[in-house]
Structures are given as structure tokens and as C-alpha cells.
């Protein structure tokens, strides 16, 4: 176990070292993380060398909610292999606490993907984006949105999330105290990945 510390939020992390997923389990994600990457949606902040962006998918027929998501620190990749994918197979929202498996840790915002899947059992995927000018133009035309004073990562962002996608299986948030911070999530890849893809439409015709 092990804490990072940003000078904010803490993270309480277990990471157990596994064997690399297999294609089939990543291949969706992958396919739209593709699509997502090449509109800069997911990347690095260049000045800062700092990562954006992380997607997951539930795994189906489990008694427990587990999901797969794409390891921290994975932004500025162009393609990932299943090293670059990781198994959320528990966590505690109230302790902050992830539980991990794979050849790299969860993304940091791993949480706030719980979070969102507790809302409903429809819900099967969860995309996290960054871009600025959607990202104001989602605050400036009031669409959903946590708070300022909510940091990403915190016990308060996985309750305001979860009033934001009760009762909603598909949607699109901002997070206004995570700059550029853009959730959508849906019952399918392809519902989560076109929710972003319409965003883009709309505001860069
Ligand atoms: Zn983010």
C-alpha cells in the first residue's frame, strides 16, 4: 500500500502486480480510446508533461462491480496494449481507496468511474475527457456540472457525481472544479463514445 500525496488528495492505493489483459478484454475501449486520442481529447499537457484522459468498461457477469481502465499516466500513449490497461477489482469511496491489478496502477480518477457505475447496473461505461473550450462551453451553457470547490478525486466529487447520473443511464457532465474535466457515460462504448463525439459536433461545426 502506498500514498500519493499532490498536495490536496490523498489516495489510499493497493496495487497487485498481474499478467498484462488479454485483447479481447481491452479491444472496445481501445477502439474508441483511437478515436478519442487522434481529436486530442486524450493526451498529455505538454508544459507539464501531465497526463488527461481515462476510460473504463464494467466486466459483465460478476457478482461485484470490477472494471477495467486505462492505467494512470497513460495519456500522451497513441496506442495501448493490455500493460497500459489495468482491473479496478475494488474500491472505498469513503476511504478513497482503490484496489488494482494489472502491470500498471488505475488512473487517479478511477473513483469518480465507481462512483458513477453505483448509480445503475445499466451502466456499463464511463469516458473521461479533457478540452478547454468544450469544457467552457459545457459551464457557459449550464450542462450538468459538479462544483468549483470540488476537487476531482474526493470523497465530495463521487457524491456530487452521483446526484448529477442518479436516474440517468447515458449522459455528459463538466466538472467545474477539475479544469477541462469531461465525463460522459452509457450502457455501451459506442453510447459513451457518440455523447463526446455530438459534444464535439456542436460546438466545433
Ligand atoms: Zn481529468
Redesign the pocket.
Given at each position: 500500500m502506498s500514498e500519493i500525496d499532490d498536495g490536496v488528495i490523498k489516495y489510499e492505493r493497493h496495487f497487485t502486480p498481474s499478467p498484462a489483459l488479454k485483447s479481447d478484454q481491452y479491444s472496445g475501449l481501445e477502439h474508441w480510446r483511437k478515436k478519442l486520442y487522434h481529436l486530442k481529447l486524450i493526451g498529455e499537457y505538454p508544459d507539464v508533461f501531465i497526463g488527461?484522459?481515462?476510460l473504463s468498461q464494467k466486466i459483465l457477469g460478476l457478482d461485484h462491480l470490477e472494471f477495467i481502465i486505462t492505467a494512470t499516466q497513460t495519456g500522451k500513449f497513441q496506442d495501448l496494449t493490455g500493460e497500459h490497461y489495468t482491473i479496478v477489482e475494488d474500491y472505498d469511496l469513503e476511504k478513497n481507496a482503490i484496489f488494482a491489478k494489472g502491470c500498471m496502477d488505475a488512473s487517479s480518477?478511477a473513483l469518480t468511474h465507481a462512483a458513477i457505475y453505483e448509480c445503475s447496473s445499466d451502466i456499463n461505461v464511463v469516458f473521461?475527457i479533457?478540452d478547454n473550450y468544450l469544457w467552457n462551453k459545457m459551464l457557459e451553457e449550464k450542462y450538468d456540472s459538479t462544483a468549483k470547490e470540488i476537487p476531482?478525486g474526493t470523497v465530495q466529487m463521487a457524491k456530487a457525481v452521483k446526484q448529477i447520473v442518479s436516474g440517468k443511464t447515458s449522459g455528459l457532465f463538466a466538472?467545474a472544479g477539475?479544469l477541462?474535466?469531461i465525463v460522459s457515460w452509457g450502457n455501451t462504448l459506442d453510447e459513451a463514445g457518440e455523447l463526446i463525439l455530438q459534444l464535439v459536433k456542436k460546438f466545433n461545426p
Open positions: 488527461y484522459g481515462n480518477e473521461h479533457h476531482y466538472m477539475h477541462d474535466g
